[in-house]
């Protein structure tokens, strides 16, 4: 399974979030990350978390739902995402993202935002106000069993905090 930042970001961009939610595979609970403060989830039925208090972000998030919730592999996965950004959001915004394996580093890119969220329909100048992302991601029914960490820190050509998100879940045998 090849993966691309592209794809990752498809699933991640409704929260600029990161991670895949906790998924069960061969019939085996999977443990999805636990922040180490109630203060650090993102609200709403999925299992990400803020790098950091959000107080200052751009975006402010005020839901993220998944649908089914931990996702099934090999069904499609709904996301929906509500939030407000206090500023326009223009071209020239990074998100850098990370993808581990266990140790093993899979992606370690620094994309084009405007370029990116195209995948979720969206496209720069993003203006100041509420937003709402809706998204439909066909799961694979094949994942390899492991630990992924994610992690994903949108900032604006001006280096200002868009949202930084992060998730780790356990795939088991």
Known sequence: MQLRAASILVLLWPSLAMGV??????????????????????????????????????????????????????ETLVINATGYLSKDINYGSKVQLQ??????????????????????????PLEKGPMNVSKEVLLPKEIPPGTYTVYADANTEEKERITCLKAEVKFNL
């Open 21 to 74: 939610p906790s998924l069960q595979l061969f019939g085996q609970p999977q443990i999805p990350f636990t922040p180490a403060s109630a203060d650090l989830m993102v609200p709403g039925q999925n299992p990400f978390s803020f790098c950091s208090m959000p107080s200052f972000d751009i975006l402010t998030i005020e839901s993220v739902d998944m649908n089914p919730n931990p996702p099934v592999p090999g």
């Open 99 to 124: 993808v581990k394996y266990g140790l093993i580093r899979l992606i370690n890119e620094e994309e084009d935002l405007c370029t990116e969220i195209t995948n979720v329909d969206l496209s720069c």
